[in-house]
């Protein structure tokens, strides 16, 4: 048991036995405990297997590489729509646990196996993005800010595109190009901060502004 995880779990308040169960269950099968991006990760052989995560109203235990765990009872659920490799389980309640145990335990030892095998997630390219006319125009006008979207993985892209183009108004499309455009030149997606933390997942402690 890592000391850093006593002291994570001591500040989330009404959730605290949640996360105790949660740990519990991932150390008996074997798993090392460390503090990895401020939340509690559990690996085998240094390979990162599941992360526990707090939230105001719930619980979240996440698999890596959740999308390769045969879930048959399809118990697991995506972290957000654009999801490619993780999967959670979501809980408020230690009898939420109880209730699917002998699940969630198949999971990490499936999870655990996954790793034994080396095996990876294959992320396949996405197709063309359609991007924005918005976005072209600012790009066509700043060569460099042209130069760096470019190099951004396709991931990245593709998260720059969805949030473009989830505005309905040409005018604030126009605006949220702009004001990624100091981030598109720092290299970084939309999900990242400036303090190297995702912020998606893990979350920054909030010290640090996502421009």
Same mark, same amino acid.
């Given at each position: 048991?890592?000391?850093?995880?006593?002291?994570?779990?001591?500040?989330?308040?009404?959730?605290?036995?949640?996360?105790?169960?949660?740990?519990?269950?991932?150390?008996?099968?074997?798993?090392?405990?460390?503090?990895?991006?401020?939340?509690?990760?559990?690996?085998?052989?240094?390979?990162?297997?599941? =992360?526990?995560?707090?939230? #105001?109203?719930?619980?979240?235990?996440?698999?890596? /590489?959740?999308?390769?765990? +045969?879930? *048959? &009872? @399809?118990?697991?659920?995506?972290?957000?729509?654009?999801?490619?490799?993780?999967?959670?389980?979501?809980?408020?309640?230690?009898?939420?646990?109880?209730?699917?145990?002998?699940?969630?335990?198949?999971?990490?030892?499936?999870?655990?196996?996954?790793?034994?095998?080396?095996?990876?997630?294959? =992320?396949?390219?996405?197709? #063309?993005?359609?991007?924005?006319?918005?976005?072209? /125009?600012?790009?066509?006008? +700043?060569? *460099? &800010? @042209?130069?760096?979207?470019?190099?951004?993985?396709?991931?990245?892209?593709?998260?720059?595109?969805?949030?473009?183009?989830?505005?309905?108004?040409?005018?604030?499309?126009?605006?949220?190009?702009?004001?990624?455009?100091?981030?598109?030149?720092?290299?970084?997606?939309?999900?990242?901060?400036?303090?190297?933390?995702?912020?998606?997942?893990?979350?920054?402690?909030?010290?640090? /502004?996502?421009?």
């Amino acid at each position: 048991m890592n000391p850093l995880i006593d002291d994570y779990i001591a500040r989330s308040y009404n959730l605290q036995s949640v996360m105790e169960s949660l740990r519990g269950m991932l150390l008996e099968c074997s798993l090392t405990e460390e503090l990895k991006w401020k939340v509690p990760t559990y690996t085998f052989n240094g390979k990162n297997v599941c =992360i526990i995560g707090k939230f #105001k109203e719930y619980v979240v235990l996440s698999f890596m /590489k959740g999308v390769l765990l +045969k879930d *048959d &009872l @399809k118990l697991l659920q995506k972290p957000g729509e654009n999801s490619r490799s993780i999967m959670i389980f979501k809980f408020t309640s230690n009898k939420e646990i109880l209730d699917i145990e002998q699940d969630i335990k198949s999971c990490i030892y499936e999870a655990i196996e996954i790793e034994k095998a080396g095996l990876k997630v294959d =992320i396949q390219p996405t197709d #063309k993005l359609d991007f924005p006319e918005e976005l072209l /125009k600012i790009l066509e006008e +700043k060569p *460099d &800010l @042209k130069k760096a979207f470019y190099a951004l993985t396709p991931g990245r892209q593709r998260g720059y595109n969805l949030h473009f183009s989830g505005a309905k108004q040409s005018a604030t499309r126009t605006s949220r190009v702009i004001e990624a455009s100091p981030k598109i030149l720092a290299g970084l997606g939309m999900q990242d901060c400036y303090c190297g933390q995702s912020k998606r997942y893990p979350r920054c402690d909030g010290s640090h /502004k996502y421009l």
